[in-house]
């Protein structure tokens, strides 16, 4: 089995997809601790400094709870808290993949509304080192979303619901588009009162505050999740046709051996039924080959011709005395003699031992007799090459035929002819 086969893909992402989707479930959310923290300021103030008749102060000493008293004056009734840490070590947070702020706060006063804040700087606007340039973005909370002092309670906010401030826009010129909320470079975060301010006296404790968030959102991780899926079927589909191309490939290349076989089989085929036609000593047709000619010349039509019938003189004493090897190789030199001097359409066979048959088509007697005669003579004046020091002659008979019935009476007319050619004295041709 493969390494890695589709099936294991699938089991990984199915092991892994549940796993993430546990691990989205029952990880719990990632948060930045705004306050308390180590590397942050707590400032409060009060529209004193510019003059108001509005107070504020700490009411214990590890500076959480604060007294506001807002008075009214000439001066805007201003009363607030502000953490920023841009001129501390952190020197902004970047909130980003965050989407909520958590506020455990207390409150006790006539007020029915606090006011949050952050503050963020943008490049654009504003100068880094001057915080109350930085972009300004608010949301109001009524007071009852709070605790009071008796029953502390948490509220969150999302970031979503935060605005900026219409003051903020007017003040630095920044258009509509630009004027967008932020928090990304996250200055300062406060709580003060927002407008129409309730005069009085407001007791507040700001126990804690962190920006909440989701380790991957929702969306992101179905994203993910689809897309691994996508990327499993991609691969296994294409691990399919690859496996497939190699078995179709595996296949064609059988088809193409099985193919190359049966024609190996065919030409083999073909050979033997050749070599069944043909006299493996003179390579020329045997009794059977030409038996299969004539039958195939007899399907064109009705045949007329001459019948020769050629038998080597005294064979017997060439095999006598010079042995089968000389014998044998007189034999194929006639047989090539007779094959090389005959038309193509003539039938020329070994009918068996030294004996031979010609049959030739469209020839008269007469003709035939000529051709015999010359036939005879080329075998006569041959020269055998061999160390048979004896003449080698024929002796030939031959007869005419016009009918398909009238072949076999041929033969015994031809066969007459020959035995009279024999008895005559050989070396001759004959024609009944
Ligand atoms: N070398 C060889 N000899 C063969 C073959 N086939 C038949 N013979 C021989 O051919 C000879 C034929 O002899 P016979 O039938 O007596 O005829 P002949 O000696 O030619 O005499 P006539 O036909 O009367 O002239 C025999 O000795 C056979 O053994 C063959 O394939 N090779």
Redesign the pocket.
């Known amino acids: 089995m493969a390494l890695v086969s589709p099936s294991r893909i699938r089991t990984a992402a199915i092991v892994l997809t549940v796993a993430a989707m546990a691990l989205h479930y029952v990880l719990p959310p990632k948060h930045i601790v705004i306050h308390p923290a180590n590397d942050n300021a707590m400032t409060i103030y009060s529209d004193a400094q510019w003059g108001g008749e509005s107070s504020v102060e700490w009411l214990d000493e590890e500076r959480t709870r604060w007294l506001c008293s807002l008075k009214r004056s000439p001066a805007h009734p201003v009363c607030g808290l502000s953490v920023h840490w841009n001129d501390t070590q952190r020197k902004f947070i970047n909130a980003y993949g965050f989407s909520n702020v958590k506020v455990k706060l207390r409150y006790k006063g006539p007020g029915n509304t606090l006011r949050l804040y952050m503050r963020n700087f943008d490049g654009q606007h504003g100068l880094k080192e001057d915080r109350d340039t930085h972009k300004f973005m608010y949301v109001n909370i009524p007071t009852n979303d709070f605790g009071d002092f008796s029953a502390p309670y948490t509220t969150e906010v999302a970031l979503s619901e935060f605005q900026v401030a219409d003051w903020w826009r007017d003040e630095y010129k920044v258009d509509r588009n630009n004027a967008k909320p932020q928090f990304d470079h996250i200055t300062s975060f406060g709580v003060d009162f927002p407008f129409p301010q309730v005069m009085g006296e407001h007791t507040l404790e700001l126990e804690r505050v962190e920006l909440i968030g989701v380790w991957i959102k929702a969306e992101a991780l179905y994203l993910g999740i689809i897309l691994a899926w996508l990327s499993v079927l991609f691969t296994e589909t294409t691990w399919r046709m690859y496996r497939w191309r190699k078995v179709a490939k595996e296949n064609l290349r059988q088809v193409k051996d099985l193919t190359n076989y049966a024609q190996q089989l065919q030409e083999k085929s073909e050979k033997y039924r050749e070599l069944s036609h043909i006299d493996s ?1 003179t390579e020329v047709y045997n009794r059977y080959g030409f038996m299969q000619t004539l039958k195939s010349l007899f399907g064109k039509g009705a045949l007329n011709g001459c019948l020769l019938i050629i ?10 005395e010079f042995g ?1 090897v000389t ?2 190789k007189v ?1 194929r030199e006639v047989a090539s003699l007779f094959a090389k001097n005959i038309r193509k359409g003539d039938i020329f066979a070994r009918w ?3 004996e031979f048959v010609l049959l030739v088509t469209s020839y008269n007697l007469e003709q035939a007799k000529s051709l015999a005669q010359k036939l005879r003579l080329l075998v006569q004046n041959h020269d055998f090459n061999s160390d048979a020091a004896v003449a080698i002659t024929v ?1 030939i008979g031959l007869t005419s035929f016009s009918k398909i019935d009238s072949l076999n009476s041929a033969f015994i007319r031809a066969d007459e002819a020959l035995y009279s050619a ?1 008895t005559q004295g ?1 070396n001759q041709v004959v024609a009944y």
Do not use: A, P, Q, T
Not at 311 to 320: A, C, E, L, S, Y
């Open positions: 000593l038998d080597i003189d005294h064979f017997k004493r060439v095999n006598d089968h014998g044998d034999l068996g031992g030294e002796s024999k050989r």
